[in-house]
């Protein structure tokens, strides 16, 4: 009886068991399948995402072909970036993600961060100065205070002459004039932080290379206005006659009075113009065969032509240029100082330049000022 009992509970418990593990598998199912069902929906919304993406591109890369740009070859990088990850996209689901990242090609904007190397070149590519400046047509004379003074031969009275056998000789006596030509500064400075000095280092050189051209533009200016104000006033007149003939003309005056000519200066403009003149109307260029190019000087008869922006527009000069001078009590000097003003106190540093100088024109007729312009 006992066994028999036993028998039919470990039946019933088997039974148990079977109808538990058949309730099991049809739970195990169902999720599998519950699984497979989310999966396709994941699946076909990246698909959808997908190709709403790539149509985005087409749309762009049309836009893009319209306004004459080149689009870019093959599949979008995002687009290219989804397509490579699909699979890894698909199995996406709750506690299991990806991380999709997309290279592209480097360029400075996107990949540096700060500034790329460079190189420098320390010569400042400066303002040009005057090409020719008075200094080098006059002398210079040296002296020790602050004027100058020359005697000039005035008109006298009087006469040499023959003499009659018998009679008095005739007599002449000569008169003098003394001038006075008073030298004065011609100067300027600058002022520039030691942290500058520092930090641009072609100042170094810059700075006394710029002082001098500034000095010496300021220098022919002031001798310029001492030239025209002191020379003779030409009697020249331009009806008829070319630049070249003007010239020619104010040169053999010059000579007519015993003066030697070894200088003209005009502005570069009317040095140009004469390389123009034509031999006659439609007959091309053609200058007087007086006129020379030598070693690639101007010259008439000989006598250069010489190139000056301080001279004023359609004037010239005409002349012997012996008989002016640059009148020195002090020379050019250039210096530097830390200690001057507020400089010690500011860390700054100043530059001065300067001269004490004239210009002497000590014959007013032996140069000539005249005028392209005249009538």
């Known amino acids: 009886m006992e066994a028999l009992e036993i028998k039919n509970a470990l039946e019933g418990i088997k039974a148990q068991v079977e109808t538990k593990a058949t309730e099991q598998t049809i739970e195990v199912k169902g999720l599998i399948e519950a699984v497979k069902s989310e999966n396709a929906v994941v699946i076909d919304g990246l698909k959808a995402d997908l190709k709403a993406t790539q149509d985005h591109a087409d749309k762009l890369d049309l836009k893009?072909?319209?306004?004459g740009m080149e689009a870019k070859k093959g599949e979008d990088t995002l687009v290219k970036g989804i397509t490579?990850?699909?699979?890894d996209i698909g199995n996406v689901r709750k506690g299991n993600a990806i991380q999709?990242?997309?290279?592209?090609?480097?360029t400075l904007p996107v990949n540096l961060t700060g500034a790329q190397p460079k190189d420098y070149n320390f010569d400042v590519v400066m303002i040009p100065g005057q090409a020719v400046n008075v200094s080098d047509l006059v002398g210079s004379v040296n002296i020790s205070g602050g004027t100058y003074t020359f005697p000039r031969e005035a008109a006298g009275e009087g006469s040499i002459n023959g003499q009659v056998e018998g009679a008095t000789k005739n007599q002449r006596d000569y008169d003098f004039t003394m001038v006075d030509v008073n030298t004065d500064f011609i100067a300027g400075f600058t002022r520039y932080s030691k942290k500058m000095a520092n930090n641009l280092p072609f100042l170094t050189s810059f700075i006394p290379k710029a002082l001098r051209r500034d000095y010496a533009?300021?220098?022919?200016?002031?001798?310029?206005t001492v030239l025209a104000a002191a020379a003779t006033d030409s009697t020249e007149i331009i009806t008829g006659k070319n630049k070249i003939e003007?010239?020619?003309?104010?040169?053999?005056?010059?000579?007519?009075?015993?003066?030697?000519?070894?200088?003209?200066?005009?502005?570069?403009?009317?040095?140009w113009?004469?390389?123009?003149?034509?031999?006659?109307?439609g007959a091309g260029y053609g200058l007087p065969g007086v006129v020379t190019f030598e070693g690639g000087q101007l010259r008439i008869n000989g006598i250069p032509i010489y190139l000056a922006t301080w001279v004023t527009a359609n004037r010239y000069f005409v002349g012997d240029?012996?008989?002016?001078?640059?009148?020195?009590?002090?020379?050019?000097?250039?210096?530097?100082?830390?200690?001057e003003g507020t400089n010690f106190v500011k860390n700054n540093i100043t530059a001065r330049i300067e001269?004490?100088?004239?210009?002497?024109?000590?014959?007013?007729?032996?140069?000539?000022?005249g005028n392209f312009l005249a009538v």
């Open 84 to 87: 490579e990850n699909f699979t």
């Open 355 to 369: 001269a004490q100088v004239a210009l002497a024109v000590e014959d007013p007729l032996s140069l000539v000022y």
């Open 100 to 106: 999709v990242k997309v290279v592209g090609d480097m």
């Open 321 to 339: 240029w012996t008989r002016v001078n640059k009148i020195v009590t002090e020379g050019l000097s250039l210096e530097f100082s830390e200690q």
């Open 64 to 67: 893009l072909q319209e306004k």
């Open 246 to 271: 003007m010239l020619m003309n104010e040169i053999a005056k010059q000579q007519n009075l015993n003066y030697t000519v070894n200088g003209i200066v005009v502005r570069p403009y009317d040095y």
């Open 217 to 224: 533009i300021a220098e022919n200016t002031a001798f310029n």
């Open 273 to 281: 113009g004469i390389l123009k003149i034509e031999k006659s109307v």
